[in-house]
């Protein structure tokens, strides 16, 4: 049977995964509602758009007119542009709210198969402080080591989950930046056409886009879910990605679909892996600091028991 102080260390793993459990659904629950009344507006953006196609194709007074001057083609061209980005942005939008609700609907059982653990924690912790005050078995002052010891494990263990969580966003935006180099070696995108005959490869980059933001975004509640339970001043680093975030799916359509400039689609993704790399290098350092101070914690249990066994040798000290 495990010791106390192994049930101890156990329990309080599972309480602060709960706690951050908690953190993310909050964090969840906000982002979704942006998410849904972003696709509201999107929604209805999409179906103006299809109107203004529609009325270009028809054979309408207005289409005729600009046929005659000869403008047809090009406002035609100019709002099949503006409806795939319409459509590829709905697209994303959908496919990233039904990852954040599938992520939350996960979340929410962890987090009620945990609803005994404050409970547990604090039958122990009684457990713990009565042999303490009884003075039977460690020296007054080891709890604390031993709870600051886990607190770093703990922290050590986000981190490296954060740090891969950005190993996996850096995956996919390096598929997107291969994708955009392809579609420059082409030396120009296919023809814009309605969604149904949209070319496989824009397809599959579309695709990639989606993924990739996806990770972006469990990245960037990662660094602030960590950012708020360890006290870590990510703060600026986590403002700098949503602002990323917010511009990602945008600026990649407008680059690359309406405007063609590959160039400055493919150096977003370049500066969003690079401040991946970064904040990977900022976290490592923790974790290793972090790692100094566990040895240090060790070393002052040590010492605690130690100068209880000194003490007892020589009571006369």
């Known amino acids: 049977m495990p010791t106390l102080d192994q049930q101890l260390l156990d329990v309080y793993d599972e309480y602060n995964r709960k706690q951050k459990i908690k953190t993310h659904l909050q964090h969840l629950h906000v982002i979704i509602g942006q998410k849904e009344e972003e696709l509201v507006e999107v929604t209805t953006l999409l179906d103006q758009e299809q ?13 005729i007119f600009q046929y005659l ?27 990233n709210l039904e990852d954040l609700r599938e992520e939350r609907a996960v979340l929410e059982k962890s987090y009620s198969s945990l609803h005994a ?3 547990q924690f604090e039958t122990l912790m009684k457990e713990k402080m009565s042999l303490l005050n009884q003075g039977k078995k460690l020296p007054a002052g080891f709890d604390k080591l031993t709870e600051k010891i886990a607190n770093y494990r703990s922290k050590i263990r986000e981190l490296e989950q ?28 296919p023809p814009l056409e309605v969604p149904s005959r ?10 990639d886009i989606y993924v990739a933001n996806n990770y972006l975004q469990k990245y960037e509640d990662e660094l602030s879910d ?15 990605l949503e602002f990323f975030l917010d511009q990602f799916i945008d600026c990649l359509i407008t680059d690359w679909i309406v405007k063609h400039k590959i160039h400055n689609a493919f150096h ?7 401040k991946i790399t970064r904040l990977g290098e900022m976290m490592d350092y923790e974790i290793d600091k972090t790692k100094g101070y566990i040895e240090e914690e060790n070393e002052a249990k040590a010492a605690l028991v130690i100068g209880q066994i000194e003490a007892k ?3 006369s000290k």
């Not at 542009?81 to 939008?93: F, G, I, P």
């Not at 935006?173 to 082409?186: A, F």
């Not at 708020?228 to 680093?237: I, P, S, V, W």
Request: net charge negative.
């Open 51 to 63: 109107e203004d196609l529609d009325a270009l194709e028809g054979k309408n007074i207005y289409s």
């Open 313 to 315: 040798d020589n009571p």
């Open 268 to 274: 977003l993704v370049v500066n969003i892996m690079d």
């Open 117 to 119: 653990i404050d409970e």
């Open 226 to 240: 960590i950012s708020d339970l360890f006290q870590l001043d990510y703060q600026r680093e986590v403002n700098q």
């Open 69 to 95: 001057l000869g403008n047809k083609q090009q406002e035609l061209e100019k709002a099949k542009q503006e409806y795939l980005a319409a459509y590829v942005k709905y697209n994303a939008l959908i496919s």
């Open 198 to 207: 949209i070319d496989k490869k824009v397809e599959r980059i579309n695709k």
């Open 162 to 189: 954060t740090i891969k969580k950005g190993i996996s966003a850096k995956k996919y935006l390096h598929k997107v930046m291969l994708g955009l180099q392809q579609i420059e070696h082409w030396g120009n995108v």
